[in-house]
């Protein structure tokens, strides 16, 4: 690269860090649209509604009833937020948090009122009129037609002429499909649940045969009275005739809410403030200021000028996830914080992989412009491996995962995308242009030193044995606290539910004034953690802690008293249900089952070789056991970040080990006779272990600035996450590489398969 283009591409890179920072501070207009401050933020951050509905009815509804319906309704309002959450209030109450907006009435306007959804026939089996087109003049005076019903529900019921009720409805959306005609069309589409095809086969028949519509009924109105052009019998259908998109949308949103097992009516709703408020995110940012400038110095230190060119394209890496964010619209929460942090400290993995090979190059006696483009060129392979197995399992997480799960897909697979690209484009180019404007010299890049074999693989005996005896250690703990307690881990709220009471005090309060004056006090009454939500335009705080018997809630009312002078009849108690249900246990244990296979399919196609597939698996697999263990024994909360820690401990630990296998791949390609396979192995390991303790280093530095300056949400979330983080290096060095050989020399490959 000569050197005046050099100049160039550097002015073209400091360009584009103070354009896209610009936006990440300011926005693009000057109302701050698309800066940092207009990121989507998450209930625990922004704060957001609160919808409470009650069941109609006076007895009290079933326990499945109950457990269904929150499980639609967590579907129906993922379209406002993946954060949003909904669980069960008392006997009969349903509550949702939707994260990031702040009108009430808009959110209940769209979501409607879940009721009860009829499909009723146009004439009874008798021949009796069931609604009709007709003038209906409301309150104000004005006139519209309708159609409307011509006898009661009940009557119809008794009748038969309600063919479908919206259970029997599995799914409604508005679609753009291409009619007869050949031209666009709007329509609704429907399908039927098993028995719901099997009913509305015999309606669209009837009303076929008789030359009738089939009226929707909601709410006391007409939906929709579509035509019937022919019978329907595969449980698909459309309704036509709608003028946009959004009217469509409005009477599948209708269909759908109107599947649901119980008639619910709105309660209350409110606007809830930040669980953790300003203080989280502040500090937040300083430990990821902090750990950045850390790691920055490192790099620079260990690597020079190649450190210098990785500080500048980590640097636009942090604002392009920022501008990313907004621009992907993706609802931003305190593990996703946490987690883009710590991707930072991630994203110099690519960097220290390339650095290391153009050193490996420089020692071997290459010219320096020739070793940066084999050290590029040969660093490739281990960096796509690497990255598109953690894309795989974040692919099949958003697709397949609940809504907090799919929050956290969006966040890694943002991080992975943008470490790709700032390490094999921006370091690249930088590299490139230090080099053309006078950095030609090999002392700016450093030369590998010659390191002595580690015979990893003699000792793999004593590795597995720790391993094997940490894993049934943690299993045992887990056994004693089930055994004693009922819970082998410390499930929080998030897991077990528990009561929330609402207290309105005589003044405003903080978030902050409410932790450190009153919670404390509440800990010490319930004898557990407690959550708090502050509600917007009131004096109520919400607590939520364990279960309470009727004692500790008397307890708890004679403290506010006494403390606080807050009167018994400004406090409210409701037992509430988890948040994580076991639907969304069970989605993301599927969820992650499948990308483990999807990671070992990619793994075998790619190095031929399914023995390197399982040795990941198991490696990956006994990291998230011993983080388990620690969970056990250490009784860290188990809280809803759990499961993005155990999600990023997955996407680390394949990481680092893939990086190992295919610095073996390499070298078995190059192996001399007197070479074993142990020997490979051993070098292998022993040729990307500054590589492995390096990037282990600078991740940890990161995940301990938010465990050092963080909340206490935080800290749950980064000790384990350390953890996981050593644990995944010892797994990737001590066990991967020896799992393997023992496989390979146990199972050996057919000649075709051999590598």
Same mark, same amino acid.
């Given at each position: 690269?000569?050197?005046?283009?050099?100049?160039?591409?550097?002015?073209?890179?400091?360009?584009?860090?103070?354009?896209?920072?610009?936006?990440?501070?300011?926005?693009?207009?000057?109302?701050?649209?698309?800066?940092?401050?207009?990121?989507?933020?998450?209930?625990?951050l922004a704060g957001g509604v609160s919808i409470t509905y009650q069941v109609v009815g006076e007895e009290e509804p079933d326990a499945t009833d109950m457990?269904?319906?929150?499980?639609?309704?967590?579907?129906?309002?993922?379209?406002?937020?993946?954060?949003?959450?909904?669980?069960?209030?008392?006997?009969?109450?349903?509550?949702?948090?939707?994260?990031?907006?702040?009108? +009430?009435?808009?959110?209940?306007?769209?979501?409607?009122?879940?009721?009860?959804?009829?499909?009723?026939?146009?004439?009874?089996?008798?021949?009796?009129?069931?609604?009709?087109?007709?003038?209906?003049?409301?309150?104000?005076?004005?006139?519209?037609?309708?159609?409307?019903?011509?006898?009661?529900?009940?009557?119809?019921?008794?009748?038969?002429?309600?063919?479908?009720?919206?259970?029997?409805? +599995?799914?409604?959306?508005?679609?753009?499909?291409?009619?007869?005609?050949?031209?666009?069309?709007?329509?609704?589409?429907?399908?039927?649940?098993?028995?719901?095809?099997?009913?509305?086969?015999?309606?669209?028949?009837?009303?076929?045969?008789?030359?009738?519509?089939?009226?929707?009924?909601?709410?006391?109105?007409?939906?929709?009275?579509?035509?019937?052009?022919?019978?329907?019998?595969?449980?698909?259908?459309?309704?036509?005739?709608?003028?946009?998109?959004?009217?469509?949308?409005?009477?599948?949103?209708?269909?759908?809410?109107?599947?649901?097992?119980?008639?619910?009516?709105?309660?209350?709703?409110?606007?809830?403030?930040?669980?953790?408020?300003?203080?989280?995110?502040?500090?937040?940012?300083?430990?990821?200021?902090?750990?950045?400038?850390?790691?920055?110095?490192?790099?620079?230190?260990?690597?020079?000028?190649?450190?210098?060119?990785?500080?500048?394209?980590?640097?636009?890496?942090?604002?392009?996830?920022?501008?990313?964010?907004?621009?992907?619209?993706?609802?931003?929460?305190?593990?996703?914080?946490?987690?883009?942090?710590?991707?930072?400290?991630?994203?110099?993995?690519?960097?220290?992989?390339?650095?290391?090979?153009?050193?490996?190059?420089?020692?071997?006696?290459?010219?320096?412009?020739?070793?940066?483009?084999?050290?590029?060129?040969?660093?490739?392979?281990?960096?796509?491996?690497?990255n598109i197995t953690t894309l795989i399992a974040a692919a099949v997480l958003w697709f397949l995962g609940p809504g907090t799960v799919k929050g956290f897909?969006?966040?890694?697979?943002?991080?992975?995308?943008?470490?790709?690209?700032?390490?094999?484009?921006?370091?690249?180019?930088?590299?490139?242009?230090?080099?053309?404007?006078?950095?030609?010299?090999?002392?700016?890049?450093?030369?590998?030193?010659?390191?002595?074999?580690?015979?990893?693989?003699?000792?793999?005996?004593?590795?597995?044995?720790?391993?094997?005896?940490?894993?049934?250690?943690?299993?045992?703990?887990?056994?004693?606290?089930?055994?004693?307690?009922?819970?082998?881990?410390?499930?929080?709220?998030?897991?077990?539910?528990?009561?929330?009471?609402?207290?309105?005090?005589?003044?405003?309060?903080?978030?902050?004034?409410?932790?450190?004056?009153?919670?404390?006090?509440?800990?010490?009454?319930?004898?557990?953690?407690?959550?708090?939500?502050?509600?917007?335009?009131?004096?109520?705080?919400?607590?939520?802690?364990?279960?309470?018997?009727?004692?500790?809630?008397?307890?708890?009312?004679?403290?506010?008293?006494?403390?606080?002078?807050?009167?018994?009849?400004?406090?409210?108690?409701?037992?509430?249900?988890?948040?994580?249900?076991?639907?969304?246990?069970?989605?993301?244990?599927?969820?992650?089952?499948?990308?483990?296979?999807?990671?070992?399919?990619?793994?075998?196609?790619?190095?031929?070789?399914?023995?390197?597939?399982?040795?990941?698996?198991?490696?990956?697999?006994?990291?998230?056991?011993?983080?388990?263990?620690?969970?056990?024994?250490?009784?860290?909360?188990?809280?809803?970040?759990?499961?993005?820690?155990?999600?990023?401990?997955?996407?680390?630990?394949?990481?680092?080990?893939?990086?190992?296998?295919?610095?073996?791949?390499?070298?078995?390609?190059?192996?001399?006779?007197?070479?074993?396979?142990?020997?490979?192995?051993?070098?292998?390991?022993?040729?990307?272990?500054?590589?492995?303790?390096?990037?282990?280093?600078?991740?940890?530095?990161?995940?301990?600035?938010?465990?050092?300056?963080?909340?206490?949400?935080?800290?749950?979330?980064?000790?384990?996450?350390?953890?996981?983080?050593?644990?995944?290096?010892?797994?990737?060095?001590?066990?991967?590489?020896?799992?393997?050989?023992?496989?390979?020399?146990?199972?050996?490959?057919?000649?075709?398969?051999?590598?």
């Open positions: 690269m000569k050197k005046s283009r050099a100049i160039l591409v550097l002015v073209i890179m400091l360009i584009a860090f103070v354009g896209i920072g610009f936006i990440d501070l300011w926005g693009i207009d000057g109302k701050g649209k698309g800066s940092a401050s207009d990121i989507n933020l998450g209930l625990d457990s269904d319906t929150i499980a639609k309704l967590q579907k129906r309002v993922e379209k406002y937020s993946t954060e949003a959450i909904v669980y069960q209030e008392g006997a009969d109450r349903i509550n949702i948090e939707i994260p990031g907006v702040s009108d +009430a009435n808009q959110i209940l306007q769209e979501l409607g009122r879940p009721g009860t959804l009829y499909f009723i026939a146009e004439t009874s089996a008798a021949g009796l009129k069931n609604y009709s087109w007709k003038t209906v003049t409301d309150e104000n005076g004005a006139v519209s037609y309708q159609y409307t019903l011509d006898r009661t529900l009940e009557e119809l019921e008794a009748d038969g002429s309600i063919r479908l009720v919206g259970t029997d409805v +599995a799914d409604a959306k508005a679609e753009s499909m291409q009619n007869k005609m050949g031209n666009q069309e709007i329509v609704v589409s429907l399908l039927m649940t098993e028995e719901g095809k099997a009913k509305f086969a015999k309606a669209t028949t009837d009303a076929y045969t008789k030359g009738e519509t089939l009226g929707i009924y909601y709410d006391g109105q007409f939906v929709s009275v579509p035509g019937v052009n022919e019978p329907i019998t595969q449980g698909t259908a459309v309704i036509q005739g709608q003028a946009s998109f959004e009217e469509a949308e409005k009477i599948a949103s209708t269909i759908r809410i109107g599947g649901l097992k119980l008639e619910l009516e709105e309660l209350h709703s409110k606007v809830v403030g930040a669980q953790l408020g300003v203080e989280a995110i502040s500090t937040s940012l300083k430990a990821g200021l902090i750990g950045f400038i850390i790691v920055a110095i490192f790099m620079i230190a260990v690597y020079f000028i190649s450190g210098v060119a990785s500080v500048i394209a980590l640097s636009l890496y942090v604002v392009l996830v920022v501008l990313l964010l907004n621009g992907f619209a993706i609802t931003l929460t305190l593990s996703g914080i946490a987690g883009i942090i710590l991707s930072i400290g991630m994203a110099v993995d690519a960097n220290v992989i390339i650095f290391a090979r153009i050193r490996e190059e420089i020692a071997a006696g290459i010219s320096v412009r020739t070793s940066l483009k084999t050290g590029f060129d040969k660093a490739l392979s281990a960096i796509i491996d690497g897909a969006q966040t890694l697979a943002l991080g992975i995308g943008l470490s790709m690209f700032t390490a094999l484009v921006v370091t690249k180019l930088v590299l490139y242009a230090f080099y053309g404007i006078g950095f030609k010299d090999e002392k700016w890049y450093g030369v590998a030193k010659a390191r002595k074999g580690i015979d990893f693989l003699g000792k793999r005996k004593w590795f597995f044995s720790v391993s094997t005896a940490l894993v049934i250690a943690g299993f045992i703990v887990m056994g004693v606290y089930k055994a004693n307690t009922g819970d082998a881990l410390n499930f929080s709220l998030d897991f077990k539910g528990g009561t929330a009471t609402a207290v309105t005090f005589d003044k405003p309060m903080t978030l902050e004034e409410v932790t450190s004056d009153v919670v404390p006090f509440v800990e010490d009454v319930t004898g557990s953690a407690v959550q708090i939500q502050t509600v917007q335009n009131s004096n109520e705080i919400i607590f939520k802690s364990s279960s309470l018997n009727m004692e500790q809630r008397e307890a708890l009312d004679q403290m506010f008293l006494e403390k606080f002078n807050v009167p018994k009849s400004m406090i409210t108690s409701e037992t509430i249900s988890s948040t994580i249900s076991d639907e969304m246990k069970s989605d993301t244990l599927i969820a992650v089952t499948v990308s483990i296979i999807c990671m070992l399919l990619y793994i075998r196609i790619r190095f031929s070789d399914i023995r390197f597939g399982i040795s990941s698996v198991v490696a990956l697999l006994h990291d998230v056991l011993i983080v388990l263990a620690f969970y056990a024994v250490a009784r860290v909360s188990v809280s809803n970040t759990f499961i993005a820690c155990m999600l990023t401990i997955v996407g680390y630990s394949i990481n680092a080990t893939i990086v190992i296998f295919d610095r073996v791949r390499e070298n078995m390609a190059e192996m001399t006779r007197k070479e074993t396979l142990k020997d490979v192995v051993n070098k292998s390991v022993t040729q990307t272990l500054s590589r492995s303790i390096f990037t282990s280093f600078t991740t940890f530095i990161m995940v301990a600035a938010l465990y050092v300056l963080g909340v206490t949400s935080i800290r749950e979330f980064a000790l384990p996450l350390m953890v996981g983080i050593l644990c995944g290096t010892y797994s990737s060095i001590c066990i991967a590489g020896g799992l393997w050989h023992v496989l390979r020399e146990k199972f050996p490959p057919r000649p075709e398969e051999d590598i």
